[in-house]
């Protein structure tokens, strides 16, 4: 995440355009590359050293790049690749007990050590050193005294980018910069976008949301706890943290009002014009989700008796505002009398995911919306959990999800 | 013989209990509802980052700061509400739930001998007739650290106090840690533990007050002027906090963003300003400037480099009154042809020979000797100062890369009389106690006015017949004379 003043934007017409960078452009390349060189090339040198030849960079490398803006740019790679930083302590003295004993034995003194030796023969700086340095046997104990300063710190390891993922980094975090002034932030997702993938950076966020069907998908208005009582870039943070959680999965729209210069400005991106690369892994999954769904619509197709239930593909979602979640169904399954249920296939779970969503199956009937959860045996946290989830009327299974389980709880329960 | 005993006993009505106990007292309305009403349904709060929910309530039964929230279906109103909530639902006899505050009850007792003069027992009265809510003003070392002290006493309940700085953060810590004998938690600036007094800034307050809005009773502002900063505004909202105390010595902002306190932590109960206190309680104090002369050597090449700088300057037509005029005159130099490349050189040159100035060192030396026995701290700009200074002196340097434990630990054996000399850099800025300094010696400043005096107010404390000195040590022939006299006439 970039400082805001690293931040740059343009403003058309009410319209912000966030700084960008093209990863072809070679000098922009180039200089991206010479720059991670440069933390390369320190790793396991003082970090104060690093920082002054960084400073020196900039001043050679920004305006090269651009006389206008290219300060900045330096500056902005430079906070990105901070971010890509280990730091270590640099010596196993303790600095600490080292200088307290310093100023303790000078403060003893009848006068201030003086630095050299006069007639007087007062006590000097030296003889103080060179006591403290018999005492814990170190050679330069000035040199040591402020050993923990962080710009003593070493950098002790390095995760070096390529000069292409660090410009798409550079220009993700210009949009995410743009977002710390923004009041809300309005998505629109596709139904082929993976919305449980998006509502968990909702949720991760502590944002909140509103929810409504559109032609092609649904919309969401993101904003935080206090948004009701007048707009607030208090959620700023929170909204510029979600964007690289959204741009995992597409085809999404998004338009924000942000404060900028003292004015309104709007910001709308589009995953259709839009090349940005999440530095985000998202959420763990299991590998093999997408088998285990495609090896129940076979086994479902294979299936001799399904008691007239036939199965499809959702893109529906289930809001459950009072408890700020949704499920997102991977399947419905509908009846020639036109009753429908969801079926949901969890991937991963944790005790308090599969908690949740407990829950929510219970919400869901109780507003008369036929939800059925299934959880595999092997990719969850706890057995316990899953019995308890059963009871409560998860389908559990192993390895592969049988039409004949589903068959039975459709019948048994409708 | 003292009329003023009604105003004590006053005030322990309006220190009544916001807590669950008396939430369970109206409970029983609900499970024995009297024959004859509707059964009124239990209205229960609860705290959700930094906002008040009110389940099961009806319109009419909740105050105006609630508003229905079709996002997630339910009444929410900002968590300051809170107090306003309680007392609504108690006065209409509403049944009700408390399961917002997770106040804590804690036994104070401070350990300091913070006599507490006239006018701080004062203060803190009228912030009790005034319910425990609003402003004191009391200028620059005169103890409003000692007011905060004794109103944590009496409130005797879980405390957030919140500061502009880190450097206040590391001396709050310090000095409630002294007082109660008890641990302190802190938020901000790397630390992140949270106990019934905590100790943030309005930095970490923007962001986390949300997390913990529902543990403390009472907020304590200090520097209070800080507050309806536009994104400072909204941590009092994030609070349930029925209890508030706002200190600062100079409220008004030029933005006029002093009308909001009221609102925030409230109006203003108590002023003082420094004329009401000068002479009595102030120590008075003499200001010695020392202009630092460059050596010859220096002089010659301080002149030289400034030469160079400035015709580049007035070259390009290059104002240099702000820190982006400076970054522009980079961007320039090392774009341009011709010079540009000199004139940076010797731009770093003249900054060098200003803060390095050999005599500057020397008089400072001269200075700490003379001043051996009186306590001395000297302040500096650069952090890189106190540091280097600290090595070649021998005596402890304190800066925001100091951490509290450490910090706290130089300062008392400074109080003790162990070290006799402390350097440090901004960080004892805004109205830090440094306990009885004799001499303070400035290396180096910026012109601003509230800085100026602020540092001032470091030996403007009350001593025993000493007078206090304060040395003012400038590089003369350069840049740093004028922001000398700009400071001078400030405070004139």
Not at chain 2, 397 to 417: M, S
């Amino acid at each position: 995440m970039l400082r805001s003043e690293h931040v740059m934007a343009r403003l058309s017409r009410g319209n912000l355009i966030p700084h960008s960078l093209s990863d072809s452009d070679e000098p922009t390349t180039e200089t991206a590359a010479e720059l991670s060189g440069l933390y390369a090339k320190h790793v396991g040198e003082p970090r104060a050293a690093l920082e002054a030849e960084v400073a020196a960079k900039e001043e050679e490398l920004g305006p090269r790049l651009d006389s206008r803006r290219g300060f900045r740019i330096v500056r902005a790679f430079g906070k990105l690749l901070e971010e890509r930083c280990e730091w270590a302590a640099p010596a196993e003295t303790d600095p600490y007990t080292l200088r307290t004993r310093i100023f303790e034995l000078a403060s003893e003194l009848p006068e201030l050590p003086v630095s050299e030796p006069d007639l007087l023969e007062a006590p000097t700086r030296d003889d103080i050193l060179s006591r403290v340095a018999t005492e814990t046997g170190l050679e330069d104990p000035a040199m040591l005294m402020y050993a923990d300063r962080q710009s003593a710190q070493i950098l002790s390891e390095f995760h070096k980018p390529s000069p292409e993922e660090l410009v798409h980094r550079y220009n993700v975090a210009q949009i995410q910069g743009v977002l710390y002034a923004a009041r809300e932030l309005t998505v629109d997702i596709g139904a082929e976008a993976d919305a449980r993938l998006v509502f968990h950076y909702v949720k991760k966020m502590g944002l909140i949301h509103r929810i409504e069907p559109t032609r092609f998908g649904y919309r969401l208005r993101l904003d935080g706890p206090l948004s009701i009582f007048g707009s607030t870039r208090r959620y700023g943070l929170a909204l510029a943290k979600f964007l690289p959680g959204l741009i995992l999965t597409k085809p999404w729209k998004l338009s924000a009002t942000v404060e900028w210069k003292g004015r309104d400005a709007s910001l709308t991106l589009d995953s259709k014009n839009s090349v940005l690369a999440s530095h985000y892994l998202g959420p763990r999954q299991s590998e093999d989700h997408d088998e285990v769904r495609e090896a129940f619509v076979k086994a479902w197709e294979r299936a001799k008796n399904t008691g007239g239930w036939s199965l499809e593909a959702s893109s529906e979602i289930l809001p459950f505002p009072e408890k700020q979640a949704v499920l997102v169904p991977d399947f419905t399954l509908k009846n020639e009398s036109g009753e429908t249920v969801h079926l949901e296939i969890l991937g991963f779970w944790t005790q308090r995911s599969l908690v949740e969503r407990a829950a929510l199956v219970g919400a869901a009937n109780e507003r008369g919306d036929r939800v059925l959860v299934a959880a595999s045996e092997n990719l969850g946290a706890s057995n316990e959990a899953l019995e308890e989830a059963v009871r409560g009327g998860v389908i559990p299974f192993k390895g592969r999800l049988s039409a004949k389980a589903v068959s039975e709880r459709l019948s048994a329960t409708g | 013989m003292n009329n003023s005993g009604y105003e004590t006993s006053g005030c322990d009505d309006c220190a009544e209990p916001f807590s669950g106990e008396t939430a369970l007292r109206e409970s029983h309305h609900e499970n024995d509802p009297p024959l004859g009403y509707a059964l009124r349904s239990m209205v229960e709060l609860s705290y959700e980052s930094g906002t008040l929910l009110a389940s099961g309530a009806e319109a009419g039964n909740l105050p105006a700061p609630f508003v229905f929230d079709a996002r997630t279906r339910q009444w929410r109103a900002p968590a300051n509400a809170y107090r306003e909530t309680i007392l609504h639902l108690r006065e209409m006899d509403i049944p009700h739930k408390d399961n917002a505050s997770s106040f804590e009850n804690i036994t104070l007792e401070s350990k300091l001998a913070m006599e507490p003069r006239p006018y701080q027992t004062e203060a803190l009265a009228a912030w009790r007739r005034a319910n425990l809510r609003g402003v004191v003003v009391l200028p620059t070392g005169a103890g409003k650290t000692a007011v905060a002290v004794n109103a944590l006493e009496k409130v005797g309940r879980s405390a957030l106090v919140v500061v502009p700085t880190l450097a206040l953060l590391k001396q709050w810590y310090s000095v409630l840690s002294d007082a109660f004998g008890e641990a302190i938690g802190l938020l901000g600036g790397g630390y992140h533990e949270i106990l019934p007094i905590t100790v943030t800034t309005y930095d970490s307050a923007y962001i986390h007050a949300e997390r913990y809005g529902d543990r403390f009773a009472l907020v304590i502002y200090d520097e209070a002027h800080h507050l309806p900063a536009q994104k400072n505004a909204i941590i009092p909202k994030m609070l349930l906090a029925p209890y508030s105390l706002g200190l600062t010595a100079t409220p008004e902002r030029p933005d006029g963003g002093h009308e909001l306190l009221p609102e925030l932590v409230g109006s203003i109960v108590y002023r003082k300003s420094p004329e009401d206190l000068a002479g009595k309680y102030l120590a008075p104090f003499e200001v010695v400037r020392l202009p630092i002369k460059l050596t010859a050597h220096e002089r010659f090449e301080y002149a030289q480099a400034d030469a160079v700088y400035r015709d580049f300057l007035a070259k390009h037509r290059l104002p240099m009154r702000s820190p982006e005029d400076w970054q522009r005159f980079i961007m320039v130099a090392s774009t341009s042809h011709s010079g540009g490349r000199e004139a940076l050189l010797a731009a770093r040159r003249r900054r060098e020979i200003q803060a390095g100035a050999t005599r500057k060192v020397t008089t400072l030396e001269r200075l700490l000797k003379q001043h051996w026995d009186d306590r001395c701290i000297v302040f500096t700009k650069s952090v890189e100062e106190v540091y280097s200074l600290s090595k070649r002196f021998l005596i402890p340097g304190i800066t925001f890369e100091t951490v509290a434990k450490e910090r706290k630990e130089i300062l008392d054996r400074f109080r003790e009389g162990r070290y006799r000399a402390v350097i440090a850099s901004d960080v004892l800025n805004e109205g830090v106690d440094v306990p009885d300094a004799g001499v303070a010696i400035i290396l180096a400043g910026s012109a601003s006015r509230r800085e100026y005096v602020q540092r001032l107010g470091r030996v403007l404390r009350p001593k025993k017949d000493k007078r206090a000195i304060l040395y003012e040590l400038v590089t003369s022939d350069t840049g740093e004379e004028s922001a000398s006299r700009r400071r001078r006439e400030a405070f004139a």
